[in-house]
């Protein structure tokens, strides 16, 4: 089936399976190896994608569900100001270690600073909350978004 879409600012169209993982699609198709697979059970937040503009977990849908829509990955994030704000913020606090649900936590990130962006750690931890890692207590990692906030303003 020929579904089309566009990906990170792009238009494109694909001839794909409609019932491929939109994860497999992003990932084999487009190569865009920033999205990851950690549980594939949309439980860790590893493969966060923005769909018309709300943080989805990408394992869980399938490839006709981008058909007409709007994707942006991690990739297309790192390059839009807040994007590029997040990630000195999340450099800056030592956020990241082994760099897995970095992405994930990215684009959740990206979409509480374009919706909302009150520096409150409550606000931000109920944000995040779809996102896992077994790397760090999460404290850099709010760190980091509470100064990206700041310093968005």
């Given amino acids: 089936m020929k579904i089309s879409f566009t990906l990170n600012d792009k238009k494109v169209n694909i001839d ?4 491929k993982r939109l994860l497999d699609v992003i990932r084999e198709d ?5 999205t990851k697979e950690g549980c594939g059970e ?12 709300k943080p989805v977990t990408s394992c869980i849908l399938n490839a006709i569900h981008a058909d007409g829509k709007e994707i942006y990955t991690v990739e297309g994030i ?34 509480y600073l374009k919706t ?9 931890k109920k944000a995040l909350s779809g996102n896992i ?8 990692v709010f760190e980091s978004v509470m100064l990206a906030c700041v310093r968005k303003s």
């Fill in 16 to 19: 794909v399976d409609p019932m």
């Fill in 30 to 34: 487009f190569g865009l190896l920033g």
């Fill in 42 to 53: 949309g439980e860790c937040g590893a493969c966060t994608i923005l769909l018309n503009g």
């Fill in 78 to 111: 790192a390059e839009k100001p807040i994007g590029k704000l997040l990630i000195d913020c999340f450099d800056e606090t030592n956020a990241v270690q082994c760099g897995f649900c970095f992405p994930g936590f990215l684009v959740s990130s990206y979409y």
């Fill in 116 to 124: 909302d962006g009150e520096k409150n750690l409550d606000k931000i």
């Fill in 133 to 140: 890692c077994r790397c760090t207590g999460y404290q850099k």
